[in-house]
């Protein structure tokens, strides 16, 4: 996995709340069997005025102009403002994923979907939770000034705006070690291999249909 | 010390845990589709990794599949790719598949519990959200990314931090014609969609404890519609009986060892929970979702709600935008809206029970000289699994449903999210038995509305929703 420390990125703001996993990535791009590549399809049904398919084209393809990510100003942003239970329904991470192709590394939001929130953290992307409050203000501030842009230090754990405030947030330990430091899950667990194996040895005991 | 449910499901399964509290956890179950898995299998493949223990998969494709014509295999050529990479990737790692032409294909939250493959007290996951459908048997089931999928077949197990507790307790009677599927709207119109996000949400209450499994799961299948990854009933003599004799459940003596185990997975009396909510089964009604998203929910004597009256200003925009997309004007009676579609189907209601209900309808439809409205121009029933579909025609289902003019498929996920064939063309309206009504769900442009198999089936009949308990009446 591709680590995370530290990143000076201009910001995109998604004001509406509830924006599920099938809104960022619509369910034909699903029938793809790799994991890169969804970025061009990220929000599609939003992003453009025809329909998408897999294996289509997208460079030619009408853009939705009232679609605040297609705006000049927000081209080439690296952080996501969102609102409440981002990421919300289906569990594919195909949307993580196409974020991440189509550059995000960061999502800020008051909350996020639980399953959503965990596989952005597999795939190097820090999703950020803030204060409602803090939120609302980092949305008047990006559509207040054109370019925009946060500091995000996840060592450090804060936000610096361009004024120069610094907004703290929270991040499990352990994620965030895993994070700063690229590692891969699989890795870590088979440090453990032993524990698993005492584990099933136990559990055959006292319930061994778990293992028929 | 008391403990929930989930406490118990969780004590039995931490292998290590860490010092912030990450714990990992052992999995006792893993079910496969081919959308979420492909990505997984390469994984393994690159790091030159075998499954660790082929025995807790069970795969089975179910979202690309074709619901008509099977026997002509997979017209498109993206999804037939897809269905033959999961077939491969069985075969070549020595996993279980019931492929598509296996009589118990079908939708793969259908048929862990029907094979008995899904048990009380086990840890069960798939690449899928709806995974919580399995904790209707006292299991922590629950959703994950194709990551995690990699991750469980590679080591059994996952890496999780505990979740809070959460009580959904439903005491009282359900009124005739009110589902587990009108409970569970009705809990997510409560507290919305974000309302259980960080909990394990037990359900309890004499109105749960009287639920058919089949109830139970359709249930707990909407748990991840109201935020809350894992949805779980305690287990009851029905939760028993229903797993005896399943080819994949414990058999003989060793099936009581294995009752007694199960039965020990209920809450201890007088236990504390993070967040209980309670809701009188006999106020519940019919419900029918109006919006984008499934907390946006009214009983079906109720009228699409004015943005103007929304609590705040966040919803009041999504409310606007969810009317705009759903093409419905505030107030208007929901008995009033036309459909051109019926999906009757889906993980969340297309059991044995959900396709009684529905046929029931169909059957008083019949007998009253209706049949399938002139307005809808397709109203489909789509089995759960083959098994399924099977029962139902030896009840004689798959007949009152075609006498009424409803379309009788093969399984498969079908027209919940629409990546097969079957899909609303924009604009078309959709009375649907699936659990999400997103933008685009069921097909770009479609709207959908969200509501229990006989409210479909009396949608489908008259044109419009109407209250099912006065067409059954």
């Known amino acids: 996995m591709k680590p995370f420390t530290r990143l000076d990125g201009l910001v995109a703001p998604l004001d509406r709340a509830n924006v599920d996993t099938d809104a960022i990535i619509p369910k034909q791009f699903l029938k793809s069997i790799k994991r890169s590549g969804f970025g061009p399809n990220a929000f599609d049904e939003w992003r453009y005025l025809d329909r998408g398919e897999p294996g289509k084209p997208n460079h030619d393809r009408p853009l939705n102009p009232d679609f605040v990510l297609n705006q000049a100003r927000y081209q080439g942003a690296s952080v996501l403002l969102a609102r409440e239970n981002f990421g919300c329904g289906s569990s594919r991470e195909h949307a993580p994923w196409a974020l991440e192709d189509y550059g995000f590394r960061v999502i800020i939001a008051p909350s996020f979907a639980d399953i959503f929130f965990n596989n952005c953290f597999k795939n190097g992307i820090l999703p950020i939770v803030l204060p409602a409050e803090t939120v609302d203000r980092l949305f008047r501030e990006t559509a207040a000034v054109e370019g925009y842009a946060l500091t995000v230090d996840l060592a450090g754990q804060t936000l610096t705006t361009p004024t120069g405030d610094v907004i703290p947030f929270e991040v499990d330990p352990e994620r965030k070690h895993r994070l700063l430091n690229g590692l891969d899950d699989i890795g870590i667990t088979l440090q453990y291999v032993d524990k698993v194996r005492a584990y099933e040895a136990r559990r055959k005991g006292e319930a061994p249909w778990l293992f028929a | ?473």
Request: glycine residues 10%; aromatic residues 6%; negative net charge.
């Open chain 2, 1 to 473: 010390m008391a403990r929930t449910l989930y406490d118990k499901l969780w004590d039995a399964h931490v292998v290590h845990v860490e010092p912030d509290g990450t714990a990992l956890i052992y999995i006792d179950r893993h079910l496969v589709h081919e959308v979420t898995s492909p990505q997984a299998f390469e994984g393994l493949r690159l790091a030159h990794r075998a499954p660790w223990r082929t025995a807790s998969v069970l795969a089975v494709p179910d979202h690309n599949v074709p619901t008509a014509h099977r026997e002509q295999g997979i017209a498109d050529p993206v999804s037939r790719t897809q269905v033959e990479t999961l077939d491969e990737n069985c075969r070549a790692f020595g996993l279980t598949e019931f492929p598509m032409t296996d009589r118990r294909q079908g939708i793969v939250h259908v048929i862990g519990p029907e094979q008995g493959f899904t048990q009380p007290g086990m840890t069960v996951v798939c690449g899928d959200s709806h995974t919580s459908t399995h904790g209707a048997f006292g299991a922590l089931a629950f959703g994950i990314g194709t990551s995690e999928v990699e991750h469980v077949l590679a080591t059994q197990c996952l890496w999780q931090k505990k979740s809070k507790a959460m009580l959904v307790r439903v005491d009282g009677q359900l009124g005739p014609g009110v589902t587990a599927k009108d409970i569970a709207l009705a809990v997510i119109g409560k507290i919305g969609t974000a309302g259980g996000t960080g909990h394990a949400v037990e359900f309890g209450g004499s109105a749960i404890r009287a639920l058919s499994m089949e109830g139970r799961m359709t249930l707990c299948n909407m748990a991840i519609e109201a935020g809350a990854r894992a949805g779980m009933v305690a287990v009851d003599e029905k939760t028993v009986e229903y797993l005896r004799g399943r080819p994949y459940a414990p058999q003989g003596e060793q099936f009581e060892q294995a009752a007694a185990y199960w039965r020990s997975f209920v809450s201890d009396p007088g236990v504390a929970y993070d967040a209980v909510l309670e809701l009188d089964a006999a106020q519940i009604q019919p419900q029918v979702t109006w919006g984008t998203s499934p907390e946006m929910v009214v009983p079906v004597d109720g009228r699409v709600p004015d943005p103007a009256s929304a609590p705040n200003e966040v919803k009041r925009s999504d409310w606007e935008r969810a009317l705009a997309y759903m093409g419905l004007a505030a107030n208007t009676p929901m008995r009033d809206i036309p459909v051109d579609k019926v999906f009757i189907g889906s993980c969340t209601n297309s059991r044995i029970e959900d396709l009684r209900e529905a046929a029931a309808v169909a059957r008083r439809a019949v007998a009253q000289g209706r049949r399938v409205a002139d307005n809808v121009k397709l109203a489909m029933v789509v089995p759960g699994s083959g098994l399924v579909k099977v029962q139902a025609e030896a009840e004689g289902l798959d007949r009152a449903f075609t006498a009424a003019g409803f379309e009788w498929r093969d399984p498969g996920c079908s027209m919940c999210l629409a990546m097969n064939a079957d899909r609303l063309e924009p604009g078309e309206r959709c009375a649907s038995t699936s659990n999400r009504n997103f933008e685009g769900r069921q097909g770009q442009g479609g709207r959908t509305h969200l509501v229990s198999p006989a409210m479909a089936a009396a949608a489908a009949v008259y044109g419009h929703f109407v209250d099912v308990r006065e067409v059954m009446s």
